[in-house]
């Protein structure tokens, strides 16, 4: 179903009951997580939530930031928030902040800023007649540009990752092991020269395609095991290893923030696009959410990735492949997996006794004399691989 049919499937005028042979590819109120101010709102109160419970996930530096669950671009609504985004522009008045509309997709109606004349040059030619009048329609998130990405071959990229999610309560999720960078076609450059330049900020296939340089036989495209070799080979193992478990428990994060406001219809499952990118500190960014992921193919390996991920999605909401039952309790068997393998189980990590499950963050365990590591205090129970 498309977002819009959801809607309507579940909109309280227009809505109707599903039978329990009905099985749909997005929970009610998805939106939760993929919409861009959303997804940061429902972050930013996890971590309110997870300070108020004292635990030592929620931790702050001497500065008062975040230090695990720092991992979404600081962001602001606009324009609800506007006086709040000057006084954070006035702390650093040189860097690039990043406009999007809250609602669009495929790098619709994006840009980027370094000035305030830019954001009141906009909030005059946008349609709303004056800047403070609250409209939904254009309703735009404002974050801080990440404007020193990892890049390779001197371009920036950014990785689509897929996540299915077969119940928020219990969480389950689970990771597709065939996701891909997505490279920009143009070097990239800090310069504010081409702030303007969009082939060398932003990654969506839907804008590169229209370079000058795209490459339509590998589609500006690089599979996910290939970056990890080529950090491994370029950075080592360990860091590389640390790097994919920290994307991995940004993911896990983002997902156990909106579990409590996801409702969760057991006639749902949901496989999202998250977009991350990496920055040359090999810090991982949580970017956006998908609710419908691109599925048509811009190259020969992009259709085969996508004809498994539909087919694996499959295999996982609608096991054996007979007629669907909600009833059942979405916990397939290791052999029908595919490529996807279990990112989190909330049952599993409960279930298994606190004491086995409760360690470290992965990859940063307690060192070899059983001294705190850098990073260790950030326990989480969880059933990683």
Not at 55 to 80: C, Q, R
Not at 226 to 242: A, F, I, M
Request: a positive charge.
């Amino acid at each position: 179903m498309s977002v819009q049919t959801i809607r309507n499937v579940f909109s309280v005028e227009t809505g109707y009951r599903l039978s329990d042979d009905q099985i749909v590819n997005h929970f009610p109120n998805h939106y939760e997580l993929t919409r861009k101010d959303l997804m940061v709102k429902n972050i930013k109160r996890y971590r309110k939530e997870l300070e108020k419970e004292g635990s030592p996930l929620a931790e702050k530096d001497e500065s008062g930031k975040y230090l695990y669950l720092d991992f979404v671009p600081i962001t602001y609504m606009l324009p609800a928030d506007y006086n709040l985004f000057v006084e954070e522009f006035r702390k650093s008045p040189s860097s690039t902040w990043i406009m999007k509309p809250c609602g669009k997709a495929q790098g619709k109606g994006i840009f980027l800023i370094n000035k305030l004349s830019q954001i009141k040059k906009w909030s005059r030619d946008s349609k709303t007649s004056s800047f403070m009048t609250q409209s939904t329609k254009e309703a735009y998130v404002i974050s801080l540009y990440i404007n020193n990405p990892l890049l390779i071959g001197g371009r920036k990229f950014d990785l689509r990752l897929y996540v299915l999610v077969s119940t928020y309560r219990p969480l389950r999720c689970y990771m597709y092991k065939l996701g891909f960078c997505r490279f920009c076609t143009v070097k990239y450059t800090p310069s504010t020269s081409e702030l303007d330049n969009m082939f060398v900020h932003l990654t969506n296939v839907a804008i590169q395609k229209h370079g000058e340089d795209y490459n339509h036989i590998h589609g500006g495209k690089w599979a996910v095991n290939n970056l990890r070799l080529y950090l491994e080979s370029t950075r080592g193992r360990e860091v590389t290893g640390k790097l994919f478990d920290e994307i991995h428990w940004v993911i896990v994060q983002s997902l156990k923030a909106v579990a409590p406001v996801m409702n969760n219809d057991k006639h749902c499952f949901e496989c999202y696009g998250y977009d991350i990118i990496i920055d040359d500190k090999l810090k991982p960014w949580l970017i956006e959410v998908n609710a419908s992921p691109s599925l048509t193919s811009s190259t020969a390996n992009d259709r085969i990735l996508k004809y498994n991920l539909i087919n694996d999605t499959l295999n996982i909401a609608v096991p054996n492949g007979e007629i669907p039952d909600c009833k059942w309790n979405k916990s397939p068997p290791k052999e029908v997996l595919g490529n996807y393998e279990i990112l989190y189980d909330e049952e599993l990590a409960q279930g298994d006794g606190a004491d086995r499950e409760l360690r470290s963050r992965p990859g940063q365990s307690l060192g070899p004399r059983g001294g705190r590591s850098r990073d260790s205090g950030r326990t989480v129970l969880t059933t990683w691989k």
